[in-house]
């Protein structure tokens, strides 16, 4: 229901049409309870946003009414254009949970149209970045952040149409859960969410388990950065299956790039959940319970882990698959017979836009 007020609402093609968002319910400790898979790309990413945020803000600075917003690639994010929107859910004066929507946006500033600035060589260049921040308080904007954003991107009256669908999209949820509160009970709720995720992590543990126990590993390059010429970039990864869990190790990729094809350490669990996934019982419950049994690594500074202040807008929409292609064919090595062959290597993003001469204002469009 949040996805499709989202998509009837939202003012561009990339959401009514490429649904590149994902809407997710959390629980009072910031667990994923539930998630809607409009955009696999995000599914990882979403989880560690709003535990960061929690962890920075402070669960009490939260307050009925309040929508919380960031779109930082260094705190759990993915790559800039997508931003995040948190508001929680209360009951009787109590804290049930939160509810999000991740959505990528068309236009941030930056360098280029659209953000996506393909010879970008730090994140100043990929456009707006925000840390968590407060944007509506008590059920009303706080002017000032929005006249801050809205003065940093070129399309502010489409960046305005498709923050308030997102914002909607979690009043819809605040509703909806709202009468599950109100039927069934803040405790029992609350309970059924906890087990839920504990069956979710049964299943997942159950799924691996089928998986020879053993080591696999596998490489792929990136043949271009955007700015260094004739440089190669390595993804490596070794899968260990050990009874009932799985760890997805990417020790050996190469240093993170000088150009913006590197990855957030969310973007990369995202691609290393949604491999999962494709592998195992699409009918498991998407909640943090099936993610438990799947430890990541990924070294910091690398091209899967970037710091500070390394671009990474490419990351998430080229190199996303590239790693998903690296692990089915770690895992294609223990069980051919479930992973599919490798993709294009490529979202496919077309983004044009610019300034129209005739009404002086900036467009953009983004199609996947």
Same mark, same amino acid.
């Given at each position: =229901?949040? &996805?499709?007020?989202?998509?009837?609402t939202?003012?561009?093609?990339?959401?009514?049409?490429?649904?590149?968002?994902?809407?997710?319910?959390?629980d009072?400790?910031?667990?994923?309870?539930?998630?809607?898979?409009?955009?696999?790309?995000?599914?990882?990413?979403?989880?560690?946003?709003?535990?960061?945020?929690?962890?920075?803000?402070?669960?009490?600075?939260?307050?009925p009414? !309040?929508?919380?917003?960031?779109n930082?690639?260094?705190?759990?994010g993915?790559?800039?254009?997508?931003?995040?929107?948190?508001?929680?859910?209360?009951?009787?004066? =109590?804290?049930?949970?939160?509810? &999000?929507?991740?959505?990528?946006?068309?236009e941030?500033?930056?360098?280029?149209?659209?953000?996506?600035?393909? !010879?970008?060589?730090?994140?100043?260049?990929e456009?707006?970045?925000l840390?968590?921040?407060?944007?509506?308080?008590?059920?009303?904007?706080?002017?000032?952040?929005?006249?801050?954003?809205?003065?940093?991107?070129?399309?502010?009256?489409?960046?305005?149409?498709?923050?308030?669908?997102?914002?909607?999209?979690?009043?819809?949820?605040?509703?909806?859960?709202?009468?599950?509160?109100?039927? *069934?009970?803040?405790e029992?709720?609350?309970?059924?969410?906890?087990?839920?995720?504990?069956?979710? =992590?049964?299943?997942?543990?159950?799924?691996?388990?089928?998986?020879?126990?053993?080591?696999?590993?596998?490489?792929d390059?990136?043949?271009?950065?955007?700015?260094?010429? !004739?440089?190669?970039?390595?993804?490596?990864?070794?899968?260990?299956?050990?009874?009932?869990?799985?760890?997805?190790? *990417?020790?050996?990729?190469?240093?993170?790039?000088?150009?913006?094809c590197?990855?957030? *350490?969310?973007?990369?669990?995202?691609?290393?959940?949604?491999?999962?996934?494709?592998?195992?019982?699409?009918?498991?419950?998407?909640?943090?319970?099936?993610?438990?049994?799947?430890?990541?690594?990924?070294?910091?500074?690398?091209?899967?882990?970037?710091?500070?202040?390394?671009?990474?807008?490419?990351?998430?929409?080229?190199?996303?698959?590239?790693?998903?292609?690296?692990?089915?064919?770690?895992?294609?090595?223990?069980?051919?017979?479930?992973?599919?062959?490798?993709?294009?290597?490529?979202?496919?993003?077309?983004?044009?836009?610019?300034?129209?001469?005739?009404?002086?204002?900036?467009?953009?469009?983004?199609?996947?």
């Amino acid at each position: =229901e949040m &996805g499709l007020a989202m998509m009837k609402t939202a003012y561009s093609s990339i959401f009514n049409e490429g649904l590149d968002f994902s809407c997710v319910i959390f629980d009072r400790d910031g667990e994923m309870v539930a998630c809607a898979e409009f955009c696999p790309a995000q599914i990882g990413a979403i989880l560690f946003t709003m535990q960061w945020t929690i962890e920075e803000i402070g669960l009490e600075q939260f307050k009925p009414g !309040d929508v919380y917003m960031h779109n930082d690639p260094y705190r759990g994010g993915c790559h800039m254009p997508e931003h995040t929107v948190l508001k929680g859910i209360w009951h009787q004066g =109590e804290l049930y949970g939160f509810v &999000g929507n991740i959505a990528h946006l068309t236009e941030i500033g930056g360098k280029a149209v659209g953000g996506f600035a393909a !010879d970008a060589k730090e994140v100043y260049q990929e456009g707006l970045r925000l840390p968590p921040i407060k944007i509506v308080s008590n059920g009303e904007n706080v002017e000032d952040i929005w006249k801050i954003i809205l003065a940093n991107h070129r399309t502010p009256r489409t960046t305005w149409g498709d923050f308030h669908a997102m914002i909607g999209s979690l009043s819809v949820a605040e509703d909806r859960i709202g009468a599950l509160l109100d039927r *069934y009970g803040y405790e029992e709720v609350l309970d059924i969410g906890k087990r839920l995720m504990d069956y979710s =992590e049964r299943r997942m543990r159950a799924e691996i388990s089928c998986i020879p126990n053993g080591q696999y590993s596998f490489e792929d390059w990136i043949e271009n950065d955007g700015v260094t010429p !004739d440089r190669r970039y390595r993804i490596y990864s070794t899968v260990s299956v050990r009874e009932h869990d799985i760890i997805f190790d *990417y020790t050996g990729t190469s240093k993170q790039a000088r150009g913006p094809c590197n990855c957030t *350490y969310g973007v990369t669990a995202s691609a290393t959940y949604n491999a999962m996934l494709n592998i195992t019982d699409s009918s498991i419950p998407k909640n943090s319970g099936c993610y438990r049994p799947i430890q990541i690594i990924v070294p910091s500074g690398t091209l899967l882990n970037v710091e500070h202040p390394g671009p990474s807008v490419g990351g998430n929409s080229e190199v996303h698959e590239r790693i998903v292609d690296v692990l089915f064919a770690c895992l294609g090595q223990a069980m051919p017979e479930r992973v599919a062959a490798a993709s294009g290597g490529s979202s496919c993003n077309f983004l044009f836009g610019g300034l129209d001469t005739q009404t002086g204002q900036y467009y953009a469009n983004y199609h996947i």
